[in-house]
C-alpha cells in the first residue's frame, strides 16, 4: 500500500501510519492549507469564497474519513495491531470529531460528524472483538495465584486425610 508522497507501507504498520494521517484530517488543519491557496483578495467575493473552502473542507475531510475507514474495515487486525487500533479511535476523537461544528445552516458538517461517529463505533466494535488475550485476567499465569492455589489444594490433602483418620478412630 502507498502512503503519502508514494512512499511504500507495509501492511503491518498501515494502521500506525494511518493514525499520524488522521491528526492531519483536522478541518481547521485542511481549512488552513486549501484556504492559503483559493481566498480572492477582493473582500465582496470572500464570503461566497469562505463558503466554496467551507464546503471543500467538508467534502475532503469526509472523503478522506471514508477512505480510512475502508482501509481499517479491509484489514485482519490481529492483536498485536491492537493499540495501534486503539490509538486510531483516540486521533479520531481528538483531532477529527471534536473539531467538527454543525448548525442547522451546514448540514454537511452533520454528516461528517455523523461519519465520524459511525467510524468510531465500527472501530471500537473491531477493539472489542480482536481484544489481545494477554488483556483478559488469567489467575493461572500469575504466580502468585498459582502458589495461593497450589497451598490451597495442599491445605485441602491435609484436612481429608486429617478427616479419614479421624472417622477411623485413629490418631489426630
Known amino acids: ?12 504498520q498501515l494502521l ?30 470572500q464570503p461566497k469564497a469562505s463558503a466554496e473552502l467551507d464546503h471543500k473542507v467538508c467534502y475532503l475531510c469526509y472523503s478522506l474519513l471514508t477512505l480510512a475507514g475502508v482501509v481499517v474495515s479491509c484489514q485482519d ?6 493499540g495501534d487500533l486503539q490509538l486510531l479511535c483516540l486521533q479520531l476523537d481528538r483531532h477529527v470529531s471534536t473539531h467538527i461544528r454543525e448548525s442547522p445552516q451546514a448540514m454537511h458538517w452533520t454528516r ?3 461519519l465520524a ?13 480482536c481484544q489481545p488475550q494477554a488483556q483478559y485476567f488469567n489467575p ?3 504466580n502468585s495465584l498459582r502458589l495461593l492455589a497450589e497451598a490451597g489444594s495442599e491445605q485441602g ?3 481429608r486425610r486429617k478427616q479419614r483418620t479421624e472417622a477411623r478412630g485413629g490418631p489426630v
Open 1 to 12: 500500500m502507498c502512503g503519502p508522497l508514494g512512499i511504500l507501507i507495509p501492511t503491518t
Open 16 to 45: 500506525s501510519s494511518l493514525s499520524q494521517l488522521l491528526t492531519l484530517m483536522k478541518p481547521s488543519s485542511l481549512r488552513q492549507y486549501l484556504g492559503s491557496e483559493t481566498l480572492p483578495p477582493c473582500r465582496e467575493q
Open 77 to 82: 487486525i490481529t492483536p498485536d495491531q491492537w
Open 112 to 114: 461528517l460528524k455523523d
Open 117 to 129: 461517529a459511525q467510524t468510531y463505533i465500527r472501530w471500537q466494535e473491531l477493539l472489542a472483538h
Open 140 to 142: 493461572w499465569k500469575d
Open 157 to 159: 490433602s491435609r484436612n
